[in-house]
């Protein structure tokens, strides 16, 4: 299988400040790369998929870049809403495998 | 918009087997896969494996002896059946559509409990 590695594991940030979560695979997996975000209680829902590649109605300010096996997620301007855990999966091989996940609180 | 809705059984015993069944709503199954995902209370994610419209399936190695993934395609619902299931299948199981190995759309979640 491949392993994902993402950092930090968790990160304090405060509103407006610029977030970059990093997602590591163990070998290339190109470009494909998806990110999710999480709230408590709720399902996983698609960001990013395709490495670079917002999904449809996700705002602006996240963004992907990233290929082979270092990638990056940012988000440009916190927003309260985006106080939430962050998976990295890739979508090269089957299994499908996730990163451990990225806590996102508030300082 | 595609609606996805989930039930099955959230209590088990050691032993038991999972049955979980989703159902889509709208959208297109036309090059779709419709995939079963886990998480452990606290934990992160785990692919259980997928299945498209003609049954095609692709199954996580670590679960493929205890796993069947069914579709019904006169219903739009698809199926997981675990079986022999222990404390360590304890878990929130998802159902969800998308491109091959890709998660664009979930269900609710469905909190499933193996004790005693």
């Known amino acids: 299988d491949i392993q994902m590695t993402q950092s930090p594991s968790s990160l304090s940030a405060s509103v407006g400040d610029r977030v970059t979560i990093t997602c590591r695979a163990s070998?290339?997996?190109?470009?494909?790369l998806n990110w999710y975000q999480q709230k408590p209680g709720k399902a996983p829902k698609l960001l990013i998929y395709?490495?670079?590649s917002l999904e449809s109605g996700v705002p602006s300010r996240f963004s992907g870049s990233g290929s082979g096996t270092d990638f990056t997620l940012t988000i440009s301007s916190l927003q309260p809403e985006d106080f939430a855990t962050y998976y990295c999966?890739?979508?090269?091989?089957?299994?499908?495998?996730f990163g451990q996940g990225t806590k996102l609180e508030i300082k | 918009q595609v609606q996805i809705q989930q039930w099955g059984a959230g209590l088990l015993k050691p032993s038991e087997t999972l049955s979980l069944t989703c159902a889509v709503y709208?959208?297109?199954?036309?090059?779709?896969?419709w995939s079963w995902i886990r998480q452990p209370p606290g934990k992160g994610l785990e692919w259980i494996g997928e299945?498209?419209?003609?049954?095609?399936?692709n199954y996580n190695p670590s679960l493929k002896s205890r796993v069947t993934i069914s579709v019904d395609t006169s219903k739009n619902q698809f199926s997981l059946k675990l079986n022999s299931v222990t404390a360590a299948d304890t878990a929130v199981y998802y159902c969800?559509?998308?491109?091959?190995?890709?998660?664009?759309?979930w269900g609710q979640g469905t909190l499933v409990t193996v004790s005693s």
């Open positions: 070998q290339s997996i190109t470009f494909y």
């Open positions: 709208g959208g297109s199954s036309s090059g779709y896969y």
């Open positions: 299945i498209n419209r003609s049954g095609s399936t």
């Open positions: 999966q890739q979508s090269y091989s089957v299994p499908p495998t």
């Open positions: 395709a490495a670079s």
């Open positions: 969800a559509r998308g491109p091959l190995l890709t998660l664009t759309n």
